[in-house]
């Protein structure tokens, strides 16, 4: 993430914001850069023929307009029409959205248009006891041990400065193994560094790890090997990359027993970018 400049209502300044939690970071990078780089029919050329409805993971939400846009857009459903499309979305997906910050959470809830299968949740995915026992308790909802899909967007370089290779190693290794196909978007390493510089010029520490990270340079090709090579994941496919510079990696489980899946489509004509 990127951290945005204040609005009317007093906030964080920017930089102050260690885990990526800034308040108004859909106004700098919009969710239709990322969707639109999405085929549509992704979710019906990965799950043909699935049981329903498909669970789906976002951890690092913030307060929830990328996770909307996303839902939107695998579900086909158009932002003019209302409730009228919750039930049957309902049917073929829900999802599941974590955030560390309780009033970007928060917000989200109050503002979701889809609450009965959008669910937004406080939760530190780094403290495993938290962590397990909560998305364990989802899962059993739906008679479930996994989710059917992941997404991680731009949330990478805020768990690997807060916590290290090994805390970025055990994330990665904990989504491969929770779920069956995981959407990837990882800063790239002018991003590591520009958030340093940010906490530098607000006079605070830098972060702990950043001057002993041993995974650096190329974000995307470093953390592509962790999952092929570590986790037991194969890359499917990159959709291309934003406008911002930024990558969308599609990664499957390899453990799983899955059928084959018919290619993924192109992106036809995708939409401009606002």
Request: neutral net charge.
């Amino acid at each position: 993430m990127a951290a945005p400049t204040g609005e009317a209502s007093p906030g964080p300044a920017p930089g102050a914001a260690p885990f990526g939690n800034f308040p108004n970071y859909s106004r700098f990078h919009p969710p239709e850069g990322r969707v639109r780089l999405l085929p549509r029919g992704l979710l019906r050329s990965l799950f043909p023929a699935p049981a329903r409805p498909l669970l789906g993971l976002d951890v690092g939400c913030n307060s929830g307009e990328l996770s909307v846009a996303l839902y939107r857009h695998l579900l086909g459903l158009q932002e003019s029409k209302g409730s009228l499309d919750e039930s049957a979305a309902g049917k073929d997906l829900n999802l599941l959205c974590c955030d560390i910050d309780p009033v970007l959470i928060e917000r989200a809830q109050q503002c979701s248009p889809f609450p009965a299968s959008i669910s937004f949740a406080e939760l530190d995915i780094m403290d495993s006891s938290a962590r397990d026992s909560f998305l364990s308790s989802y899962l059993r909802r739906f008679g479930r041990s996994t989710f059917d899909i992941g997404f991680c967007m731009s949330v990478t370089m805020w768990i690997h400065l807060n916590h290290g290779d090994r805390g970025l190693v055990e994330f990665l290794s904990f989504l491969a193994s929770v779920c069956t196909y995981l959407l990837m978007e990882p800063q790239p390493w002018k991003c590591y560094r520009a958030a340093a510089r940010r906490l530098r010029r607000l006079g605070r520490s830098d972060f702990e790890h950043f001057r002993g990270l041993a995974i650096n340079g190329d974000m995307v090709e470093r953390i592509t090997q962790i999952l092929t090579k570590d986790c037991a994941m194969e890359l499917v496919c990159c959709f291309g990359s934003t406008s911002w510079d930024r990558s969308l990696l599609l990664f499957k489980s390899s453990a799983s027993n899955l059928e084959s899946r018919t290619p993924v489509p192109k992106n036809e004509a995708p939409e401009q970018e606002q």
